[in-house]
């Protein structure tokens, strides 16, 4: 006999972003499953009060100040939702007594303050945001560890090593694979990459994701990250993860477990299954997206990262090895690199140039707080502005 689930009340920060529309999506999908009570955009406006006048929030944030009075005249008639701005709103609207799950969707270093106010008030954090364990994974589990906060990991490789690793004991996983599609730019040498353009570097293959995040994939920075917010999640020694390209995204990861056999999880890539399994947890909730067949994908297939030619997957491994605040220079050297990038100040093959010359300059602390996360992305932040501006 099955039993009525109780209404779960989200949190959606990040919203206007591929993952927090694809998110709604998912809401729409469950109608009387899900109540979305905040939504948060940085600047897209005009999509958050769209979405606010569909969804009726309790509160919406713009974390672009300058737009907060605009925001608010176009909600005026809508009085129970309160406008609010920056960064500090986002971070109280996380912790709010009414919030069951907190579905951080923000890009970039911009996650890390909201998730730790919400692991402090003991919610559960759906993690789209791989930076927030990246810069400050430690400290990040040690909170949910101290809280009783649960992460569920909403990146499609992290989806899929959570679902293989329930009901199974800890102890017996041996390795974990993350896979890769390698990008725009898989099989491409050094040489041939020496004058790709943004608009090459943003045609991915697979999936559909923001500008940001597309980059990161294209010179494996994305996997870089993955790998060590993999580290966090999971429990795992560094000598416990692995890469391996996998072009057709099918496969979306991999455990080893320590008999040799492996679990898999396998689906056509989208999104709104990883984020719908974060969200229904411990439930699959039924849905009516596409189905995979095997005899759509005759042929999978697998080979080694080239990480002499994409730079960033190695300075990932060597920062995850080191620990303390490497990861923190690591993302922040890379988010400063790829918005140079963006705005073609560098070219593609510099971007791991400004993350290894931002790891040896900036000062290295073994057991960074809160505070010492906050000022070793200012300071790398500050190095590396000052290394796309050569």
């Known amino acids: 006999m099955s039993f009525p689930q109780p209404q779960r009340t989200l949190a959606l920060l990040g919203s206007t972003g591929s993952i927090g529309t694809q998110t709604l999506d998912v809401v729409r999908a469950h109608p009387g499953r899900f109540r979305v009570a905040v939504l948060s955009a940085q600047r897209s406006a005009d999509l958050l009060v769209a979405q606010a006048r569909e969804f009726k929030p309790a509160a919406v944030v713009i974390g672009d100040e300058s737009q907060y009075l605009a925001v608010k005249a176009a909600l005026a008639d809508?009085?129970?939702?309160?406008?609010?701005?920056?960064?500090?709103?986002?971070?109280?609207?996380?912790?709010?007594?009414?919030?069951?799950?907190?579905?951080?969707?923000?890009?970039?270093?911009?996650g890390l303050l909201p998730t730790v106010a919400a692991l402090k008030a003991g919610?559960?954090?759906?993690?789209?945001?791989?930076?927030?364990?990246?810069?400050?994974?430690?400290?990040?589990?040690?909170?949910?560890?101290?809280?009783?906060?649960?992460?569920y990991p909403v990146d499609?490789?992290?989806?899929?090593?959570?679902?293989?690793?329930?009901g199974e004991?800890?102890?017996?996983?041996?390795?974990?694979?993350?896979?890769?599609?390698?990008?725009?730019?898989?099989?491409?040498s050094a040489q041939d990459l020496a004058q790709v353009t943004?608009?090459?570097?943003?045609?991915?293959?697979?999936?559909?994701?923001?500008?940001?995040i597309t980059i990161d994939s294209a010179s494996l920075m994305n996997k870089g990250l993955e790998v060590i917010e993999a580290k966090w999640l999971f429990g795992l020694t560094n000598e416990q993860i692995e890469v391996v390209v996998h072009p057709q995204s099918i496969i979306h990861s991999l455990v080893q477990f320590t008999d040799g056999s492996l679990k898999a999880q396998l689906g056509l890539p989208d999104m709104k299954l990883p984020i719908q399994y974060a969200l229904g947890f411990p439930e699959r909730l039924p849905n009516s997206f596409p189905r995979f067949s095997f005899l759509d994908y005759p042929t999978l297939t697998f080979e080694q990262p080239d990480t002499s030619t994409f730079r960033n997957l190695?300075?990932?491994?060597?920062?995850?090895?080191?620990?303390?605040?490497a990861p923190c220079v690591l993302n922040a050297a890379?988010?400063?690199?790829?918005?140079?990038?963006?705005r073609d100040q560098i070219k593609f093959l510099e971007l791991p140039d400004v993350v290894e010359n931002c790891l040896s300059k900036v000062s290295y602390l073994a057991d960074p707080s809160l505070d010492d996360y906050v000022e070793t992305d200012a300071e790398t932040r500050r190095i590396a502005l000052e290394l796309v501006k050569l």
């Open 169 to 188: 004991k800890p102890d017996s996983v041996e390795k974990i694979i993350l896979t890769a599609s390698g990008g725009p730019f898989r099989g491409r």
């Open 314 to 325: 190695p300075l990932a491994f060597e920062a995850m090895r080191r620990g303390g605040n």
């Open 78 to 110: 809508q009085p129970e939702t309160e406008v609010l701005a920056g960064i500090a709103a986002l971070a109280d609207v996380a912790a709010r007594p009414e919030i069951d799950v907190v579905l951080t969707a923000l890009v970039g270093y911009a």
């Open 123 to 151: 919610k559960t954090i759906a993690l789209a945001n791989k930076e927030t364990l990246v810069v400050a994974g430690q400290l990040v589990t040690a909170l949910a560890k101290q809280h009783g906060a649960a992460i």
């Open 198 to 212: 943004k608009a090459q570097a943003l045609k991915h293959p697979n999936w559909d994701m923001g500008a940001k």
């Open 156 to 166: 499609s490789e992290h989806s899929a090593i959570f679902q293989c690793l329930v």
């Open 334 to 342: 890379n988010e400063i690199a790829v918005a140079a990038f963006l």
